[in-house]
């Protein structure tokens, strides 16, 4: 597994060369099933998922609904503010 970073310069930057470690005729497609955690791994996310693990199958428990109210009511965005800076 490799990891690249694209810089805003338009630059690459390698993060990580995980090589697969098969040793056998196979090559690597043996290997790419398996996880590959870089840094601390799924726990990056944490900020962002308040959601549940669900060990059984190492996957994400879903996140609860956003609340919008009744279909009657539905949100609504303001539209843009008109004058400088707006483009039509």
Same mark, same amino acid.
């Given at each position: ?8 310069n &338009?630059?690459?930057?390698?993060v990580?060369?995980?090589?697969a ?14 996880h590959?955690?870089i &840094?601390?791994?799924?726990?990056a996310?944490?900020?962002f998922d ?6 059984r ?14 279909v009657t ?16």
């Amino acid at each position: 597994m490799e990891v690249y970073q694209d810089m805003p310069n &338009g630059t690459t930057r390698t993060v990580l060369i995980d090589p697969a470690r098969s040793g056998s005729g196979e090559g690597s497609a043996l290997n790419l099933h398996r996880h590959h955690d870089i &840094g601390i791994g799924g726990r990056a996310f944490e900020p962002f998922d308040r959601g549940g693990w669900n060990p059984r199958y190492d996957v994400p428990a879903p996140l609860p609904p956003t609340p919008f109210g009744p279909v009657t009511t539905p949100p609504s965005v303001p539209g843009p503010a008109s004058g400088g800076g707006v483009w039509a």
